[in-house]
């Protein structure tokens, strides 16, 4: 199936609407605040005709419905202490809905206490209803995992990875308005989120590449090849993840390390699918220390200067 190109997007008329005007353009010098942390992706709204998109909806820790593409910016909590690196989130969620607490604010805080700024992708989804036995604030353990054509083919998978891409491109060009370096960007994906980490760890486009880049129970994308200067990768998965597992992971790592880069992976005993930040009493509840401990491994946590763009 390969990598999405232009061409299979427009099998797909709003998709291809949105994303080709989206990725058309490298400009984002008109983006501003929408508040103080809350930057809209793009210059101009890029939501689909009203009566095509349900309402964005927020309950229990998820969102659904998001037409309108948003980052959320956690500043370093003690600013002595401050890196000047970025870590861009992109929760899970199917592409159904995204578990925006638990494998978003909640990992955005701890890590603006360790000294980065932690950006929160709240990237464009498919239509979606809430369903009656989701778990609040965690990726549905219950739902079946997508095929790897929903995976790289449906709308919304569609959208959230060109906004995953864009959303590099955007952290870059305000890099000294955000006060972090453009050489250090990186980007952290959940399950669905793990996806779109994925894709653009393996672009071909430079720009759009992240420096470094992890995928938490993500399943890996087919086609998602790691280039010669694919970034270093850090990956965690629990054993009894019944919806992705180490074998869903397992082939990212191998590609990654045949490429001759960078790569660090975490198979817990047990954690399910969707722990993100939640505590259960398990080596998995320490994935975010281990991250955090890879970063400082790659120099990641210490200020390098502000180069700009």
Same mark, same amino acid.
């Given at each position: ?7 299979? !997007? ?95 604010? $909640? ?19 498919? +239509? ?21 054509? $929903? ?30 370096? +453009? ?56 054993? $009894? ?14 590609? !990654? ?27 998995? $509840? ?8 890879? =970063?400082?491994?790659?120099? =990641? ?9």
């Amino acid at each position: 199936m390969g990598r999405p190109d232009r061409s299979s !997007w427009q099998a797909f008329g709003l998709v291809s609407a949105l994303a080709v005007t989206i990725l058309g353009s490298r400009s984002y010098a008109q983006a501003v605040p929408a508040s103080p942390d809350v930057y809209p992706l793009y210059p101009k709204a890029t939501a689909a005709p009203a009566s095509a998109v349900p309402p964005e909806t927020s309950e229990g820790g998820r969102v659904r419905n998001v037409s309108v593409p948003t980052l959320t910016v956690f500043r370093p909590i003690d600013a002595g202490t401050a890196s000047d690196t970025a870590v861009i989130i992109a929760p899970g969620g199917g592409f159904e809905h995204l578990s925006i607490a638990n494998e978003g604010f $909640d990992v955005a805080k701890r890590l603006a206490g360790a000294g980065l700024t932690a950006i929160v992708l709240k990237y464009r989804l498919n +239509p979606s209803a809430a369903p009656a036995h989701a778990a609040p604030g965690k990726s549905n353990p219950t739902r079946p995992p997508p095929s790897a054509h $929903d995976v790289n083919r449906s709308p919304g998978a569609l959208m959230a990875m060109a906004d995953g891409e864009a959303a590099v491109l955007f952290v870059r060009a305000h890099a000294k308005a955000l006060g972090v370096d +453009p050489s250090r960007v990186g980007v952290l994906g959940f399950s669905a989120g793990g996806v779109v980490a994925l894709h653009v760890a393996t672009s071909p486009d430079p720009q759009t590449r992240p420096d470094f880049a992890a995928s938490i129970y993500g399943p890996a994308p087919d086609g998602a090849s790691p280039t010669p200067n694919a970034p270093p990768l850090f990956l965690a998965v629990a054993g $009894d993840d019944k919806l992705v597992g180490p074998a869903g992971i397992l082939p990212v790592y191998q590609a !990654w390390r045949g490429a001759g880069r960078d790569v660090e992976l975490h198979a817990y005993d047990s954690g399910g699918h969707g722990f993100g930040m939640t505590h259960q009493g398990k080596t998995s $509840d320490h994935w975010i220390d281990e991250y955090i401990w890879w =970063l400082g491994e790659h120099r =990641l946590l210490e200020a390098a200067g502000i180069k700009g763009r």
